[in-house]
């Protein structure tokens, strides 16, 4: 039943940067740990960050240092923050929730990064 949502993604150089927004559906938005996926061409999908409910990060070593997870739940939004891009970041990044046994995915917005 949870909907999300995003935005955000685009066409960026090597070394640039982009902000994903992906907004939630529903009034229990603060209690949900959220996270960042993506999928590469030919690759499985990949964990890239996660923010739970009491605002704890972590990252996939591979964009650890370069990109932010972060969360206002007023907007029921978390952002995912991604500065000096590299090609291989390359991927369709997927929003996720999860509250207990429920969780949810959102469509998919591609980032594609150019050398």
């Known amino acids: 039943q949870v909907q999300l949502v995003e935005s955000g993604g685009g066409l960026v150089q090597a070394g640039g940067s982009l902000r994903l927004s992906c907004a939630a559906s529903?009034?229990?938005?603060?209690?949900?740990?959220m996270g960042w996926y993506r999928q590469a061409p030919g690759k499985q999908r990949e964990f890239v960050a996660r923010i739970t409910s009491g605002g704890l990060t972590n990252y996939a070593d591979s964009v650890k240092g370069r990109f932010t997870i972060s969360r206002d739940n007023a907007k029921n939004t978390v952002y995912l923050e991604m500065n000096s891009l590299k090609p291989e970041d390359t991927a369709v990044y997927y929003c996720?929730?999860?509250?207990?046994?429920?969780?949810?995915w959102g469509q998919g917005t591609q980032v594609t990064v150019t050398s």
């Open positions: 996720n929730s999860v509250l207990g046994h429920l969780s949810a």
């Open positions: 529903g009034s229990i938005f603060r209690a949900m740990d």
